[in-house]
């Protein structure tokens, strides 16, 4: 088979950008050259001359046929061109008809039918004209005709065989090279999304750890004259919500670490059983927090819904005591299996502003809970009351 790229139908033949003639290549196109070479010879040894040749006709057709061959180098780059060369000296030169035969394969495989019938109609146009310079008395006209036609569409079938087979492979290959890169689109897909998901829980734990810190280090700021029970109380709370961020933090810088499938197993996420401990633990770091649930059996929210709305609680009690430091914060939960599950948190805005040292915030917290209330299926609202409160309400679809 031919070595060469192949040309898709109505496109032109790539010249300026050919790749260099390779090991193969050489090879065949040697072996080209010599079959055209022994068949040329041997179809001027076996057919009849003009009973009185021009002198020199002989040589001529002999040096044609050379000619013919060595255009077969090229045919490469040009083979439309070469084939039509061929089929000009293939009217008085017998020598050349095994480069004709290679010629018209190399159309066949890089050249549509169009080209490759155009061709072919131009070749038989010249076969009276060699039929006449070289006469076979023994066969009539119509026979020499078929054969030179039987042996034409053989080629022209091989050929176009050996394109569709080429076209195939392409087809195939470009297939797979596509769904090598949809599937690296997906692992691309999937890691970020696994880094987004990692970063919504940083910004959940995190948040929730460091706002505790800040909260109870300003306490100790200000109230330098505090008991020094209280005083150590505070700042034992201090020292675990800092070992516990940190170990939050170490967690998820793991993660990022480690490649998929490696390593110890994730942390069980919090659902809606560990929310009293949450709870609790607000109060301890001394925020005023009210808790009314409506949910018969916390055990029974599915997990998935249950850490959603653990996540909401969590964010409204950070938002809290970012934005609204020793107000009352009121938590309602509040739902059933088939009805979905409402969690609200509500509380009073700080009437001054929060002041110097108040807690930095992103402003994207809202944001992750929108996100992540959205791909739960649910519905979030947040913002003020007419009451002067800050509501947040989360609706979480909750199936029978």
């Known amino acids: 088979m031919l070595p060469e790229v192949l040309v898709p139908a109505g496109e032109a033949d790539p010249d300026a950008v050919r790749p260099r003639r390779s090991r193969r290549d050489w090879i065949v ?3 080209f050259f010599v079959l055209a070479l022994l068949a040329g010879a041997l179809v001027v040894g076996n057919v009849e001359q003009i009973d009185d040749p021009p002198p020199g006709f002989l040589i001529a057709d002999i040096v044609a046929g050379f000619v013919g061959c060595c255009l077969l180098w090229v045919r490469r780059r040009w083979p439309v061109g070469v084939v039509v060369a061929l089929a000009v000296l293939g009217a008085f030169s017998a020598s050349v008809s095994g480069a004709g035969i290679l010629a018209l394969f190399t159309v066949a495989v890089h050249r549509p039918f169009r080209v490759v019938a155009a061709v072919a109609l131009l070749g038989f146009a ?4 060699y039929i006449a310079l070289h006469p076979e008395s023994s066969e009539p006209l119509l026979v020499t005709s078929l054969f030179v036609f039987l042996i034409t569409g053989v080629v022209i079938g091989w050929g176009m065989f ?4 080429r076209q195939l492979v392409a087809s195939l290959r470009q297939r797979a090279e596509r769904a090598e890169a949809e599937q690296q689109l997906r ?7 696994e880094r987004a998901r990692i970063a919504r829980e940083m910004h959940d734990v995190l948040a929730h750890r460091i706002s505790l810190l800040s909260m109870h280090a300003g306490a100790l700021e200000f109230r330098p004259d505090a008991d020094p029970e209280e005083i150590a109380r505070a700042a034992g709370v201090v020292r675990a919500s800092a070992h516990q961020a940190l170990q939050d933090l170490r967690e998820v810088i793991g993660v990022l670490r480690e490649e998929p499938g490696d390593g110890d197993p994730e942390r069980p996420q919090p659902t809606l059983e560990a929310l009293p401990a949450l709870l609790e633990e607000s109060r301890e770091a001394g925020m005023h927090v009210s808790h009314e649930c409506k949910v018969e059996d916390l055990a029974a929210v599915p997990a998935g819904v249950g850490r959603n709305a653990y996540r909401i609680v969590q964010e409204g009690l950070t938002n809290a005591r970012k934005h609204a430091r020793g107000a009352t914060v009121d938590v309602t939960l509040d739902g059933a299996a088939g009805l979905g599950l409402t ?12 002041g110097h040292h108040s807690i930095p915030g992103a402003g994207t917290g809202l944001i992750g809970l929108s996100e992540r209330t959205h791909l739960a299926g649910g ?10 409160d800050f509501h947040l309400r989360a609706w979480l679809p909750w199936p029978a």
């Not at 010249?126 to 004209?129: F, N, S």
């Not at 692992?187 to 999304?193: D, F, G, L, N, P």
Request: glycine share 8%; no cysteine; aromatic share 0%.
């Open 29 to 31: 196109d040697s072996v």
């Open 126 to 129: 010249t076969l009276p004209i």
């Open 343 to 354: 969690v609200e948190v509500r509380n009073r805005l700080s009437l001054g502003a929060a």
């Open 162 to 165: 050996v394109r569709a087979r």
């Open 379 to 388: 519905k979030l609202e947040h913002g003020r009351t007419p009451t002067g």
């Open 187 to 193: 692992v691309e897909q999937a890691q970020a999304h």
